[in-house]
């Protein structure tokens, strides 16, 4: 079947043009104008933008975490993100300790493999750096697995020492492979953390302290510093302090192959959401917390500044009252104190329409700008385009049809994330997905859902990562 899209503006990366798309056998056959319409779906897109599906760089869907696990699996995860606009994501499989990098991909595929509605990849996170585990890192090309994330935080759990930082970052270079890196230090934290818990501060916005600015920031100037020391590339995720930004801003003009990810939170919230009465500020608990006012607005300087390539959303939804039927535990685990809570928040379906709204309707940004941050240049640092992350001829039919002039009010009401609560409760945005394809099948349309589990496939990824 074929599926014609007309009348609509084109946004990419590069270009914003007038013109129609046809899509035949899940890619993007011809775009022009006119084409022959007999037997084919049509969608009139007039007023609209035709943009290419989101791409999330940075989520964890069915995560284990403190005693518990992340409430959205590879099927809500997936309608939630559909209904958001996001077509594609990479999460992260976690290697167990004593077990292979293999055995982690492998784990992980079948976590997602009859639920996913949407396509998706994954990272491999290494968390039990032994010789033979470095040695591994190669083979997880035939995987389809390009990239591999190393913790300078979470000591005792996902934490690596420095050697095993560099040597992660050698072997995977070696191999034309991506190193990520979760940059706080895990020591400092540990450390502050005591301090705190022995003076008695459980307020949930004590985490903020635990993991203060300058803790990022030591961890993100030592990250670059390693890849001036090692020549491999790097890409720093979850990226929220301004010091941070500075010293990956300083790496790259030096033109070392640094790259910085920020998540959809760090531009809206600030360390005031986890200062609240009582357990609200649980809500806002992830590692990094968001920081100061400050810290926000360098954020968006380094989007502007090209100083940051991507934004995700380190998607990790817990139930903020997990006591409920037929949920996990959640937020409530840390009642007592903010060490307790689990780590992680919502917004896989959010980060499309707050980042448009927050960036393109306030001439932050332009919209061209905004396809590159939120699509294609995951997919380009990732290996998967141009397969994913525009819209051109052999593409995937990842789609998104976008009303610029739709108001939505955002809650959790009637979100789709399998969560309690929004971190953008009550806020209405200008512009929304209306209709979202991936491989050329219509998945949302309005308030419809068409999609199914077992649709979404594995993008099997390639090692060419472009350094951005
Ligand atoms: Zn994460």
Known sequence: ?????????????????????????????????????????????????IMPGGIDAHTHLDMPFGGTVSSDDFFT????????????HIDFALQSKGETLKKGVQDWKARAKDKAAVDYSFHIAVTDPTQETIDEIPSLKDEGVTSLKVFLAYKGVFQVDDTAFMSTMNKAAESGMLTMVHAENG??????????LNAGKTDMKYHSVAHSEAIEAEAINRAVSFVEITGAPLYIVHIASGNGIEAVRKGRRKGLPV?????????FITDEALDQEGFEGAK????????????KKAIWEGLTDNTLQTIATDHCPFWFDGTKEGRTPGKELGKASWDKVPNGVP??????????????????ITPNKFVELISTNPAKIFGMYPKK????????????????????????????????????????????????????KLLVDGEKWLGE????????????????
């Open 1 to 49: 079947m074929k599926t014609i899209i007309k009348n609509g503006t084109v946004i990419t990366a590069g270009d914003s043009i007038l013109q129609d798309i046809l899509i035949e056998g899940g890619v993007i056959k011809a775009l022009g104008k006119n084409f022959p319409e007999y037997g084919c779906n049509i969608i009139d897109a007039k007023g609209k933008y």
């Open 77 to 88: 995860g997936h309608k939630a993100a559909a209904f958001g606009g996001t077509t594609c």
């Open 187 to 196: 020591d400092a934290i540990a450390v502050k953390t005591k301090e705190l």
């Open 259 to 267: 790259m910085g990810e920020t998540c959809v939170q760090y531009l």
């Open 284 to 295: 806002y608990i992830c590692s990094p917390p968001p920081k100061k006012e400050e810290d």
């Open 347 to 364: 917004g896989i379906e959010d980060r499309f329409p707050m980042t448009w709204h927050g960036a393109v309707n306030s001439g932050k």
């Open 389 to 440: 992350g525009t819209i051109a001829v052999g593409s995937d039919a990842d789609i998104v049809v976008f009303d610029p002039n739709k108001k939505h009010t955002i809650s959790a009401e009637t979100h789709h994330m399998n969560v309690d609560y929004n971190l953008y409760e009550g806020t209405t945005v200008t512009g929304w997905p209306e209709k979202v394809l991936v491989r050329g």
């Open 453 to 468: 589990a077992g649709f979404g496939e594995f993008v099997f990824r390639n090692t060419h990562n472009d350094i951005i």
